[in-house]
């Protein structure tokens, strides 16, 4: 499996890279003099972290958290909640994401924001698409559809087509995918916000490129790569490059697939994202073995190896040892081949116990829904019933 980049715009906040606001911002910090100006700084360096370098933005995260709860500020607690979430999910946290939304949910409630609600619902369904309960995730997006308003930032509603865009994309409905994904990109296009815009290209080009439409593929994710270098989204970037790689594999242009696969993984490096920086290496490995260099193929499984078994990512191990078997038999190391053979195996199994319990749960929950809408249907029948009865009982007038 080829590790593709997806996009869900998780924050709807960015401002510009580079040290030099970093450093105007710390600057301001030092000589806050009221708590409001001292957040909102907090507050802005969190977001110029989180597309710089998450390690940072999780200090910031709980610097801004602390300062909320010690002045008393619900709706500040809320946003730095939601912050901390938006990290974790970023570094493969998913439980700890979810945790942190729902925290931040129970905040945004008590400060009265509909927005923020919408928000910590749409990023819980945007962890349950990468986990793969599309079920449990179109669910939370009707129920985000539910508190939506005109007041609200159209960015809101933008973001739920989107998403549902990547749920009828996994499911292998590309039409239906497409519209809702244009359905995003109009908006997003109409409120001219280009986070938005440029995750929508990254998104039309997964499907373009599940479509076997290689050129229609690279055509969008150079649209969003422009958007993405123009706002300075340095991890957006690197996920781009990570996609545009695997394009350019899969038309046969190994060199490409090298050269933008060498970009993502600098950048990951840069970012000190520990996961990405492990799936960059284990693509060049799958890039290096499909051009035939087996040497370069196994430094690199290699080397993604190592961080995936540090970190617990199943997935990148199964598909690094595949890499390593093929490679140790394409330069004649049967032995080897054999050995790591039998590990992608145990990880494959692995990996295929959690998609049957995932799939088994995602019935169980269909099953629960359609319950619960029949449930409903026939509570709807029973109370028309009862009016018709009422109108029967009552009298005639005369």
Not at 20 to 49: C, M, N, P, Q, V
Not at 152 to 172: C, V
Not at 278 to 301: C, E, Q, R, V
Not at 346 to 375: C, F, G, P, Q, W
């Amino acid at each position: 499996m080829m590790h593709c980049m997806l996009l869900l715009h998780g924050c709807l906040t960015l401002h510009g890279q580079g040290d030099a606001l970093a450093d105007s911002l710390k600057k301001k910090l030092l000589s806050a003099g009221d708590d409001t100006t001292r957040e909102a700084i907090l507050k802005d360096l969190f977001w110029h972290y989180r597309r710089v370098n998450v390690d940072s933005a999780m200090v910031y995260a709980g610097q801004w958290l602390d300062h909320s709860r010690n002045t008393g500020h619900v709706y500040g607690v809320a946003e730095s909640l939601y912050g901390y979430g938006v990290i974790c999910k970023v570094k493969g946290d998913y439980t700890r994401a979810i945790g942190f939304f729902a925290q931040a949910r129970q905040y945004y409630e008590e400060s009265g924001s509909a927005a923020g609600i919408i928000s910590c619902i749409t990023e819980s369904a945007s962890i349950n698409i990468k986990q793969g309960n599309f079920d449990q995730a179109l669910i939370d997006l009707h129920a985000a559809q539910e508190y939506y308003h005109d007041s609200i930032p159209a960015e809101k509603m933008a973001r739920i087509y989107n998403m549902t865009g990547s749920i009828y994309q996994a499911l292998g409905q590309y039409d239906k995918s497409l519209e809702y994904h244009n359905k995003s990109l109009d908006i997003n296009k109409k409120e001219s916000f280009e986070l938005g815009i440029s995750v929508n290209y990254n998104n039309i080009g997964n499907v373009y490129r599940d479509m076997k439409m290689i050129p229609k593929a690279i055509e969008n994710y150079l649209e969003s790569l422009k958007i993405k270098e123009k706002i300075g989204d340095r991890i957006g970037i690197a996920s781009i490059y990570n996609n545009l790689g695997l394009a350019w594999l899969e038309s046969g242009d190994y060199a490409k697939a090298i050269q933008y696969h060498n970009k993502c993984l600098q950048l990951n490096r840069e970012t000190g994202d520990r996961q990405s920086i492990s799936t960059s290496l284990i693509n060049l490995g799958l890039d290096y073995l499909t051009a035939g260099d087996f040497n370069k193929a196994m430094a690199y499984s290699l080397e993604g190896l190592e961080m995936s078994l540090e970190a617990g990512i199943v997935e990148n191990i199964s598909e690094a040892y595949s890499i390593l078997s093929k490679a140790s038999a394409g330069s004649g190391r049967y032995r080897d081949a054999y050995y790591y053979h039998r590990k992608y195996m145990t990880y494959s199994d692995s990996l295929m116990n959690d998609r049957v319990m995932e799939k088994i749960a995602r019935l169980e929950n269909r099953y629960a829904m359609e319950k619960k809408e029949k449930e409903i249907a026939l509570l709807n029948i029973d109370r028309e019933k009862q009016k018709i009865n009422l109108q029967k009982q009552k009298p005639y007038a005369t």
